[in-house]
Structures are given as structure tokens and as C-alpha cells.
């Protein structure tokens, strides 16, 4: 059998096919482009860009006083104003995530196999950016637990992809504070560290919102 | 051109020009992303480590600090995993706009 093109074949047809052919084919273009307008991210929220541009604002001015060799009495863990920012910046925090958990319905972070295979693909490739530390030994065993992450492990069952970002925020929060509370004042040079995490944490929140914008 | 002279490679070709562009940017955005978030932690992670080594932080502080390091690891592969829905939604609509037009403009009027 010969395969023509296909405008070949729909000129042979007789006048009555090819009415059926066009509108068939008309009805199938018109399901598909104007009934049919794909979603597969939630709707951006400014509320929880502005909120976390808000609460990184706090948490970044915080731990400059902190830094600062002088203020390092009033930066003691149970000093009352360090007791008033951690309580109102977690309740920040909770307020926002709620926000987000409201937003995010039964949604759950990698709902097909195919999307987690692919990222789970680049992530792999892009390990090997920490390969280069193997020899610290004080690090290894974390640098491993990193290498064990499992893509689908890690985000399925813990809500929407925003969850799971605005969480992270959250949970380095208290991270920061238990760091606090256990050596009871944060040095600059603790300072120096967390301080990178922390604003990392916000910023991949940050653009996982901007990705849900839509033109 | 009348309605008979759309032909199915023209679609395509239509899709394929539309989904290569959004495509082409998204991907890159995505690989930039991951790359320079994964850096970063890798850096932090090695100063951790150094830090550890010389005595200069306490152990359960650095599990603290290494645990907000995995955080933004798990984080990083959650926004990931949005930019990619949303680059994927780009293109599809993309392509899907680029199919109303080519109907439209081929019929004379709108349809869809």
C-alpha cells in the first residue's frame, strides 16, 4: 500500500468524507486549543512571595545585630527581645504555611514518575559537584546522605512542591533557633554560616512562586 | 489558505517551533538553577566541614547546619520540580496557541 500525504488523501476523498475529514478534524483542534488551556502548577500567590520577602527582611536584620561583637548581651538566647522575635517570626512562618497548605488541596509534589525519573536524572548529574569534598572527613557521612537522597523518597506524600519549599523556610527557622538556645548566643562565626542557609532556603521559595506566574 | 490546506506536517512544524523556543529558555533556567543552588550548598558544606575539622564549632551545631544544607537540597529538587510543571505548561499552551491561530487564520474567522 502507498502512503500519500495527507493532502493528498483528503483531495481523492469525495465531497461528503471530506466534509466529515475537515469537520472532524476542526471539532479535534478546537477541544484541544480552545477548551482546553493546560494547568499543572498552582496559581503564584503575592501573598506568600511578599510574606517571604517579609520574613527574610526580619531574620537577615537579626542575625546582623547578632554579628555584631556589641550586641552580644543582648543577643543571649533568654534575653526577652531574642525570646519575642523567634515567637513572632515563627508565627510568621506558621501563618504563611498555612496560607500555602490551604492553597495547595490534595496536591502532592511529583505526581508522575516520568517528571521525578528526569529531575531525579539532573539532580544525579549534578552531584557530582560535592565529589570534590570527599576527602573532609568530618563531612563524608553527610556528603553520602546526600548522594542517598531519593527524589520521590523525599517529596512524595508531603503535600504541594510550595509545601514542601515554604516547610523548608520553617524548619531552618527552628534549626537556627535550637542552634541559638544550645550555644546561647550566635557568634559571627556561626552567624557566617547560617546565614547563607537561611537566605538559600528563602530564595529557592522565592523562586519556586515566581515559576507559577503566568503571562 | 482555506481550511483543506492545513495538513498535519504544518501543525507540527507549528507545535515543534513553538515547544523548541519555550523549551530552549526554560531548560536552560532550570539547569542554571540547580547548578548554582548545588554549588552554593556544596561551598557551605565544605566550610562547614573545614570548620568542624579545626574545632571551631560544636558537632551538634554542625548537624544542625548540615541538616539545613539537606533542607535546601530536599528544596531544591521541590522548586525544580515546579519549574519543570511550569516550563511544560508553557509549551503546551504555547502549542496549543499556535494551533487556534493556524485554524483561525485558515478559516477566515474564529472558531476556537
Known amino acids: ?215 | 489558505m482555506s481550511f483543506s490546506d492545513i495538513d498535519t506536517e504544518a501543525i507540527f512544524d507549528s507545535l515543534f517551533a513553538e515547544a523548541k523556543d519555550v523549551a530552549g529558555d526554560a531548560w536552560d533556567e532550570i539547569r542554571s538553577f540547580v547548578k548554582i543552588e548545588f554549588k552554593g550548598l556544596a561551598k557551605q558544606i565544605k566550610e562547614i566541614g573545614k570548620a568542624v575539622a579545626r574545632g571551631e564549632i560544636k558537632q551538634r551545631t554542625a548537624r544542625a547546619l548540615l541538616k539545613m544544607a539537606r533542607n535546601n537540597l530536599i528544596s531544591t529538587l521541590a522548586a525544580t520540580t515546579t519549574l519543570v510543571f511550569a516550563a511544560a505548561e508553557k509549551i503546551i499552551n504555547a502549542a496549543l496557541k499556535a494551533i487556534k491561530e493556524l485554524v483561525n487564520g485558515a478559516l477566515g474567522f474564529v472558531l476556537i
Not at chain 1, 483531495?11 to 476542526?26: D, N
Not at chain 1, 543571649?76 to 492553597?103: F, G, H, I
Open chain 1, 1 to 215: 500500500m502507498v502512503i500519500l500525504p495527507h493532502r493528498t488523501r483528503l483531495t481523492l476523498l469525495g465531497p461528503v468524507a471530506r466534509f466529515r475529514r475537515v469537520a472532524t478534524m476542526a471539532l479535534s483542534m478546537a477541544l484541544l486549543a480552545g477548551c482546553l488551556t493546560v494547568r499543572f502548577v498552582e496559581d503564584y500567590d503575592p501573598g506568600v512571595y511578599d510574606g517571604l520577602v517579609a520574613y527574610y527582611e526580619g531574620v537577615d536584620a537579626f542575625m546582623n545585630r547578632m554579628a555584631q561583637p556589641a550586641s552580644q548581651d543582648q543577643g543571649e538566647y533568654d534575653n526577652p527581645e531574642v525570646q519575642k522575635y523567634y515567637a513572632e517570626s515563627l508565627a510568621q512562618l506558621n501563618t504563611l504555611l498555612l496560607r500555602v497548605e490551604v492553597n495547595d488541596g490534595d496536591e502532592r509534589c511529583l505526581p508522575a514518575n516520568f517528571a521525578a525519573q528526569g529531575i531525579g536524572a539532573l539532580v544525579e548529574s549534578s552531584l557530582s559537584i560535592f565529589e570534590e569534598f570527599d576527602e573532609i572527613e568530618a563531612v563524608r557521612a553527610h556528603i553520602d546522605g546526600l548522594k542517598d537522597l531519593r527524589v520521590e523518597d523525599e517529596l512524595a506524600g508531603k503535600g504541594s512542591c510550595t509545601t514542601i519549599v515554604v516547610s523548608v523556610v520553617r524548619d531552618n527557622h527552628l534549626l537556627l533557633q535550637s542552634i541559638h538556645s544550645d550555644e546561647g548566643s550566635l557568634s559571627p562565626l556561626i552567624v557566617s554560616f547560617a546565614r547563607p542557609l537561611i537566605a538559600q532556603g528563602v530564595r529557592i521559595a522565592l523562586t519556586n512562586e515566581a515559576a507559577k506566574k503566568r503571562d
